[in-house]
């Protein structure tokens, strides 16, 4: 199995720009689609990038998602940041060994 | 809209069991592969097991791979996890998830907690 190694934490001042990267330790990112969790405090995870860069329907479109075959990593980038957007971001990937692999996830925070 | 709805948690002694449900609702259920993810306290998320839409196929994480077992009623919209011989590192929130195209998430419950503690 890969794994997915994100960063621990990431912070930036609202109205900015932030992008978290997923880096995928063998085997292609473009071979199975990358998703992206947010996780705010107490709640369940909710998806925010679909398929490397879909948009779920009530997901603004400051929220993107991109893949990198030369660096072998996936990114999410948040622009025009919010507060309400400080919670914990993972990413996520499908291992054809029948095995459903989520990165470390990265604390957002915005202030 | 769709619900998905886990109880069955609470605390278990180092070595015993516990069965967690997950009823579902809002969706054709037996149309749909399922999951359950956990979340130890204060950590990232962790995949443990997923069930084909007709219980054909069950995959596990390697983690809990003989330990837990996955399986579903069709007939009462009911997901469940059946967790043995459990050890205090099984301690998490347990959520359970449905599938979309396979490959990822669209769906989650709210959890339930599974304690792991003498």
């Known amino acids: 199995n890969f794994m997915l190694t994100q960063p621990h934490s990431v912070s930036e001042s609202p109205g900015k720009t932030v992008t978290i990267s997923c880096t995928r330790s063998s085997g292609s990112i473009a071979s199975n689609y990358v998703q992206w969790y947010q996780q705010r405090p107490g709640s369940s995870p909710t998806t925010v990038i679909y398929e490397d860069n879909q948009r779920p329907s009530g997901v603004p479109d400051r929220f993107s998602g991109s893949i990198d075959s030369s660096s072998n990593s996936a990114s999410l980038t948040i622009s025009g940041l919010k507060t309400e957007d400080e919670a914990d971001y993972y990413c996520?990937?499908?291992?054809?060994?029948?095995?459903?692999?989520f990165g470390g996830g990265t604390k957002l925070t915005v202030l | 809209q769709v619900q998905l709805v886990e109880s069955g948690g609470g605390v278990v002694q180092p070595g015993g069991s516990l069965r967690l449900s997950c009823a579902a609702s809002?969706?054709?259920?037996?149309?749909?592969?399922m999951h359950w993810v956990r979340q130890a306290p204060g950590k990232g998320l962790e995949w443990v097991a997923f069930i084909r839409y007709d219980g054909s196929n069950k995959y596990y994480a390697d983690s809990v791979k003989g330990r837990f077992t996955i399986s579903r009623d069709n007939s009462k919209n009911t997901l469940y996890l059946q967790m043995n011989s459990l050890r205090a590192e099984d301690t998490a929130v347990y959520y359970c998830?449905?599938?979309?195209?396979?490959?990822?998430?669209?769906?989650w419950g709210q959890g339930t907690l599974v304690t792991v503690s003498s």
């Open positions: 996520q990937s499908y291992d054809s060994s029948n095995a459903w692999v």
């Open positions: 998830a449905k599938e979309v195209h396979y490959e990822h998430f669209d769906y």
């Open positions: 809002g969706f054709t259920f037996s149309s749909y592969g």
